[in-house]
């Protein structure tokens, strides 16, 4: 079975020649943010990804994760490799520094997760949720709370979980039943809540639970909502742990991929009340989930592209190993690289591949801006991308996984659906990537709803100006592809916002292919700008002229391929929204 190895170059190309790390060092903060920081860091993730995660991600899948007498034991091996996963400081690369984190700019941390998740995905989704529990605390925790949990969050000692989904409340939390009485300075929580990723493993010696609750004077919906922060173990003043909280698992989920994450019922309050401290202000709790909501969505979609890379570099190695028939052109058979379907599927990966990485880095770049620009204008512009650019990282790059994963195994033929290649753990890994975290159908509704209409498609038409700015700047005959993404996108936003009032239904039922057209819109004109950096590069004679002139190659080839697909999700938009609202649901 083919090891993980981590695409540094192409990572090193995004990162320091596309993005440009000299622009985010420049801002305050991230001042020790240098090429030279980013070399070593990429370098040590790459082998610690490699040599000890990414070995037992076959392992994990097979054993998975159980559950002893009350207890989760997860498969062997991950204790020890979270142990280290700690002891390298990986846990806080991008957290706050003063908590103990290494504060660096989410454009380092983004290809660092990218290794992760396809050395081991099921291994760092626990980190993963961790790090958006730190985010939510410290953005809107008191001092106590603040210094009581995150200095252990933050070094990893200690793991945070995000509960939301409950038997009855998928994604409808309006319809959540858990309950939070006040009692003295910290209230009793009672409840169920499903689909806890992390809920319990034998890493650490306690985790930090935030829970959404409903006060007894909530009033109904989601505005009723308030968060708490509930510990497996209480906390002393002093820092250290006393009696076990009222929260226990009831049964571990039996999933279709990720088995070496335990994805946990956990049960509040079986005792009399699981003690859980407010985080912010009453019935603003919703709101406050979404700052580790946003966080998680993003690590998401680069979790997309990561077991995406992970798929296509065990379907390359196969197509090159794989001996079979006689390719046509040639005179004697060859390996299977060679055929054209399998050299169009093969390219066809490495295009979307290294598009969504460009797509996915310059949304961590985004998250950098809104943080530290010191204008304030800028500052804002930058938040308004970011906003935007989420769903769009979370629907298309974890589609793109998906797709990817699918698309790879079918490289291997009859040996993809064998496990003993690997190819089918990847598929059922990535296939929970679209759901988790929001559904596809969530994004691409947020991306219309909140994004789109709520501004009158300001952001949208930003982000256009952007576009048209590098098509100005692309040589003749270089930006036909480009300039269909574009001409599609505006007609289908357009099309949108004419319609919104009129038709709501008709809008909404046609927010999934816009989500994939703004997708490819806004990873088209990441990869027409790494076609004018490859250009430039080679005109200098560089020592690495075959991968600059293959990232010309790949870049004309998806904007070739996203003109097409752009222009389809256009039509889909534009015309099939009014045939669908025709069709009554009886007739299924």
């Given amino acids: 079975m083919q090891e993980y190895r981590a695409p540094l170059r192409d990572m090193a190309f995004v990162v320091k020649e596309l993005l440009g790390l000299s622009r985010i060092s420049a801002l305050p903060g991230f001042e020790e943010a240098s090429d030279d920081l980013f070399d070593a860091i990429q370098e040590e993730c790459a082998r610690f990804a490699e040599a000890v995660m990414s070995p037992l991600n076959r392992a994990g899948d097979r054993e998975g994760a159980r559950l002893d007498e009350g207890q989760v034991v997860t498969a062997a091996g991950f204790r020890a490799a979270y142990q280290q996963f700690v002891a390298g400081g990986w846990n806080g690369l991008t957290c706050p520094v003063e908590y103990g984190g290494q504060g660096l700019p989410n454009l380092m941390g983004a290809p660092a997760e990218e290794m992760w998740h396809a050395a081991n995905m099921a291994f760092t989704l ?18 106590v709370l603040r210094q009581r949990f995150l200095p252990a969050m933050v070094s990893g000692r200690w793991t945070g979980t995000m509960n939301l989904t409950e038997p009855q409340a998928g994604s409808d939390l309006a319809a959540l039943r858990t309950r939070a009485v006040p009692e003295g300075d910290h209230y009793r929580i009672t409840g169920q809540k499903i689909f806890i990723t992390y809920g319990d493993q034998d890493f650490t010696e306690n985790i930090v639970h935030l ?8 009033p109904p919906g989601v505005k009723g909502i308030s968060l708490f ?43 009399g009340g699981a003690e859980g401290y407010l985080l912010g202000e009453a019935h603003h709790g919703l709101e406050l989930m979404f700052i580790m909501m946003n966080a998680a969505r993003f690590s998401v979609g680069i979790q997309g592209l990561a077991i995406a890379e992970r798929a296509y570099q065990g379907a390359l190695q196969y197509a090159r190993e794989r001996i079979q028939g006689v390719p046509v052109g040639m005179a004697e058979r060859a390996p299977i690289q060679h055929h054209p379907d399998v050299k169009r599927m093969l390219a066809t990966l490495k295009a979307r591949i290294e598009a969504c990485r460009a797509l996915g880095y310059h949304a961590g770049e985004m998250l950098d801006r809104a943080h530290a620009e010191p204008d304030a204008a800028q500052r804002a512009r930058a938040q308004a991308r970011s906003d935007l650019l989420t769903p769009i990282v979370k629907g298309f790059c974890t589609e793109m996984g998906v797709w990817a994963a699918n698309e790879a195994l079918q490289v291997y033929g009859g040996m993809g659906y064998i496990e003993e290649t690997g190819a089918a753990q990847y598929l059922r890994d990535a296939r929970i990537t679209t759901i988790y975290e929001g559904t596809t159908a969530i994004q691409a509704n947020d991306l219309v709803g909140r994004k789109l209409l709520r501004d009158g498609g300001a952001m949208v038409a930003d982000l256009c100006r952007d576009v048209k700015e590098t098509l100005a700047a692309l040589p003749p005959g270089e930006g036909a592809g480009l300039a269909r993404m574009l001409e599609a996108a505006e007609r289908a936003s357009a099309c949108l916002l004419a319609t919104a009032t009129a038709h709501p239904a008709q809008v909404f039922a046609a927010a999934a292919p816009y989500l994939q057209l703004m997708g490819w819109l806004t990873s088209g004109w990441l990869m027409a700008r790494s076609a004018m950096v490859a250009t430039a590069a080679l005109a200098a004679g560089p020592a690495d002229a075959a991968f600059y002139r293959a990232k010309l190659a790949t870049a004309r080839f998806y904007l070739e391929q996203g ?26």
């Avoid at 626990?126 to 001092?143: D, F, K, N, Q, Y």
């Fill in 126 to 143: 626990c980190p993963l949720l961790t790090r958006g529990a730190v985010e939510a605390i410290h953005t809107a925790g008191s001092p």
């Fill in 211 to 218: 829970v959404l609750a409903r006060l007894p004077d909530a």
């Fill in 229 to 271: 922060v509930v510990p497996k173990f209480l906390v002393q003043e002093d820092g250290t742990l006393g009696a076990r909280n009222d929260v226990r698992t009831v049964s571990l989920e039996h999933k279709l991929g990720i088995h070496g994450s335990p994805t946990c019922v956990l049960a509040f309050g079986d005792a």
């Fill in 563 to 588: 003109g097409a697909a752009c222009t389809a999700a256009c039509m889909a938009i534009v015309e099939g929204a009014t045939a669908l609202e025709a069709m009554d649901v009886a007739s299924f």
